[in-house]
């Protein structure tokens, strides 16, 4: 797509579909999981009919794409990291100013602090997705392939079902910030273009820095 | 239909060994490759083809003798069953009217949650079908009237079958004439086991006897706290950010005829 007047890229192609990647396999996840949490929900497993020579079809096949689409939730995270990484995983000072006001989200506040590229309320979204990645992915590699033995793999269960309550809500303030609660701010994972108005609004130092290209992206 | 439990009498038992071979005759359960280990325990261990193993422990006497010990291990058919409460598939693990756990292994999809719930170690996996297994408590024979396989064979009485609060009565009873080392196990523990043991000897001279079970502490912070906790965290966090848009409204940039998306 052609630069757009008046519009700035908030984030390139890749970063978008990885994004894509990343959102569609946790949605898919928490779809599954739910599906082999809940008896009630057993409904979910109806969706899925058999795999040829691996799953019968119902829960079988549920349990198995749960189980693929966790590899792929793993391997896209990396990409996110190198992304992501180096703009989140580190709070400083002025994070904890932000975090005293909550990013004026809860309260009238005269002036937020500034942030960069992301604010703390985003990094501290990202850390916890990172944290939440490592206990997913390594309880749930142990408790596909069950060979700590089960006084050690009933233990993992715990700590999945953990990283189930803190991605579950982090995910739902997530998707309300990225969309209704903050307009115009969607585009990031669309087109991938924002207004100035908007960066002025949620990244002002951010859109300093590239106006004067300092930073490209 | 009235609960029933059966009674390995452990004092009676000469391992002998042919319930062993009637579960394998009655269920279907193909014979397996095992290994000389210096003792008649054979196969070592349960497997998904062996669903009742006589346990052999040799125990040696202060007076220089040896004690050789016997013990029937199979499921014990709590009525809390952790495997049960583990279990992600409806149906797939299922309770009888009589009180016996069976596995139903056309839902069973091999996640192996049972055997890593249970406090007696007692499911196995097929490598080959991915399914769990174990004793079923010949529910197929029981409901017609029969009793389970091993105790039709079982020429000691060893095993007996029958009405729960007689099975409990005559171990307490059986028990008490054995003399004061002898102990009931079973009926105390997982709000009830539906196989109750009488044991002749100190409970820590039996190979892999659990003492005192009950259902795993990392099972129940599982199913009963984090799980339900899980729900109301996401509840919460779908009530919170519907009132926040509600009440304090979406973070407009400040020229709205700009804005897109």
Same mark, same amino acid.
């Given at each position: 797509?052609?630069?757009p007047?008046?519009l700035?890229l908030?984030?390139?192609a890749?970063?978008?579909v990885?994004h894509?990647?990343?959102?569609?396999?946790?949605?898919?996840l928490?779809?599954?999981?739910?599906g082999?949490m809940?008896?009630s929900?057993?409904?979910i497993?109806?969706?899925?009919?058999?795999?040829p020579?691996?799953?019968?079809?119902g829960?079988? !096949?549920m349990?198995?794409?749960?189980?693929?689409?966790?590899?792929l939730?793993?391997? !896209?995270?990396?990409?996110?990291l #190198?992304?992501?990484g180096k703009?989140?995983?580190?709070?400083?000072?002025?994070?904890?100013?932000?975090?005293?006001v909550?990013?004026?989200y809860?309260?009238?506040v005269?002036q937020?602090?500034?942030? @960069?590229k992301?604010?703390?309320?985003?990094?501290?979204?990202?850390?916890?997705?990172?944290?939440?990645w490592?206990?997913m992915?390594?309880?749930?590699?142990?408790m596909?392939?069950?060979v700590?033995?089960?006084?050690?793999t009933?233990?993992?269960?715990?700590?999945?079902?953990? *990283?189930v309550?803190?991605?579950? !809500?982090? &995910? +739902?303030?997530?998707?309300y910030?990225g969309t209704?609660?903050?307009?115009?701010?969607?585009?990031?994972m669309?087109h @991938?273009?924002?207004?100035?108005?908007w960066c002025?609004?949620h990244?002002?130092?951010?859109?300093r820095?590239v106006e004067?290209?300092r930073?490209?992206? | 239909?009235?609960?029933k439990?059966?009674? +390995?009498d452990?004092s009676?038992?000469t391992?002998?060994r042919?319930?062993?071979v009637?579960c394998?005759?009655w269920?279907g359960?193909?014979?397996e490759?095992?290994e000389q280990? @210096?003792?008649?325990?054979?196969?070592?261990? &349960?497997?998904w083809? $062996?669903?009742? &193993?006589i346990?052999?422990?040799?125990v040696?006497?202060?007076? *220089?003798n040896l004690?050789w010990l016997?013990?029937r291990?199979?499921?014990?058919?709590?009525?809390?069953?952790?495997?049960?409460?583990?279990?992600?598939?409806?149906?797939a693990i299922?309770?009888?009217?009589?009180g016996?756990?069976?596995?139903n292994q056309?839902?069973?999809? *091999?996640?192996?949650?049972c +055997?890593?719930a249970?406090p007696?170690?007692?499911?196995?996996?097929?490598?080959?079908?991915?399914?769990a297994?174990?004793?079923?408590?010949?529910?197929d024979? $029981?409901a017609r009237? #029969?009793?389970?396989?091993?105790?039709?064979?079982?020429?000691?009485g060893?095993?007996?079958?029958?009405?729960k609060?007689?099975?409990?009565?005559q171990?307490?009873?059986r028990?008490?004439?054995?003399g004061?080392?002898a $102990?009931?196990?079973?009926?105390?523990y997982v709000d *009830?086991?539906?196989?109750?043991?009488v044991?002749?000897?100190?409970i820590?001279?039996?190979?892999r006897?659990?003492?005192?079970p009950?259902?795993?502490? !990392?099972?129940?912070?599982?199913?009963d706290?984090?799980?339900p906790?899980s729900?109301l965290?996401i @509840?919460?966090a779908?009530?919170g950010?519907?009132f926040h848009y509600?009440?304090?409204?979406?973070?407009?940039?400040?020229?709205?005829g700009n804005?897109?998306?």
């Amino acid at each position: 797509m052609a630069k757009p007047k008046n519009l700035i890229l908030a984030s390139t192609a890749f970063e978008r579909v990885i994004h894509w990647i990343l959102g569609g396999s946790c949605l898919f996840l928490f779809l599954t999981g739910f599906g082999l949490m809940f008896h009630s929900l057993s409904f979910i497993s109806r969706l899925f009919p058999p795999i040829p020579y691996l799953a019968a079809g119902g829960y079988e !096949s549920m349990k198995l794409l749960h189980n693929l689409c966790g590899l792929l939730f793993a391997v !896209s995270f990396l990409p996110a990291l #190198l992304i992501w990484g180096k703009d989140t995983l580190f709070l400083d000072k002025e994070d904890m100013e932000w975090f005293k006001v909550m990013g004026g989200y809860l309260w009238e506040v005269e002036q937020v602090p500034e942030g @960069g590229k992301f604010n703390a309320g985003q990094k501290l979204f990202f850390i916890a997705l990172f944290l939440v990645w490592v206990i997913m992915v390594v309880t749930g590699i142990f408790m596909w392939f069950p060979v700590l033995g089960p006084s050690l793999t009933r233990w993992l269960y715990v700590l999945h079902v953990l *990283g189930v309550l803190i991605l579950g !809500s982090f &995910l +739902v303030i997530h998707f309300y910030l990225g969309t209704y609660g903050n307009p115009g701010t969607f585009q990031v994972m669309g087109h @991938g273009y924002v207004t100035k108005a908007w960066c002025r609004k949620h990244r002002p130092k951010w859109l300093r820095d590239v106006e004067a290209g300092r930073r490209s992206i | 239909m009235e609960e029933k439990v059966m009674l +390995v009498d452990v004092s009676k038992c000469t391992a002998c060994r042919a319930c062993q071979v009637a579960c394998k005759q009655w269920n279907g359960l193909p014979a397996e490759k095992t290994e000389q280990r @210096g003792t008649h325990q054979n196969p070592p261990d &349960l497997t998904w083809a $062996t669903w009742n &193993l006589i346990r052999f422990t040799e125990v040696p006497t202060k007076e *220089g003798n040896l004690k050789w010990l016997f013990r029937r291990d199979a499921c014990l058919h709590c009525t809390d069953a952790g495997c049960m409460r583990a279990c992600p598939v409806p149906g797939a693990i299922f309770r009888t009217p009589q009180g016996a756990v069976v596995i139903n292994q056309e839902l069973c999809i *091999g996640c192996k949650m049972c +055997v890593n719930a249970c406090p007696f170690e007692i499911p196995r996996i097929n490598a080959e079908t991915n399914r769990a297994y174990k004793c079923t408590l010949c529910w197929d024979r $029981t409901a017609r009237g #029969l009793i389970p396989a091993c105790v039709k064979a079982c020429a000691m009485g060893t095993l007996t079958f029958g009405n729960k609060e007689e099975m409990i009565q005559q171990a307490y009873a059986r028990a008490k004439a054995l003399g004061e080392k002898a $102990t009931v196990y079973g009926d105390k523990y997982v709000d *009830g086991t539906h196989v109750i043991y009488v044991l002749p000897e100190n409970i820590r001279l039996y190979e892999r006897m659990k003492i005192n079970p009950s259902i795993p502490l !990392s099972v129940i912070l599982w199913k009963d706290v984090l799980k339900p906790l899980s729900v109301l965290a996401i @509840g919460a966090a779908l009530v919170g950010t519907f009132f926040h848009y509600v009440i304090k409204g979406p973070k407009r940039p400040e020229e709205g005829g700009n804005e897109h998306g």
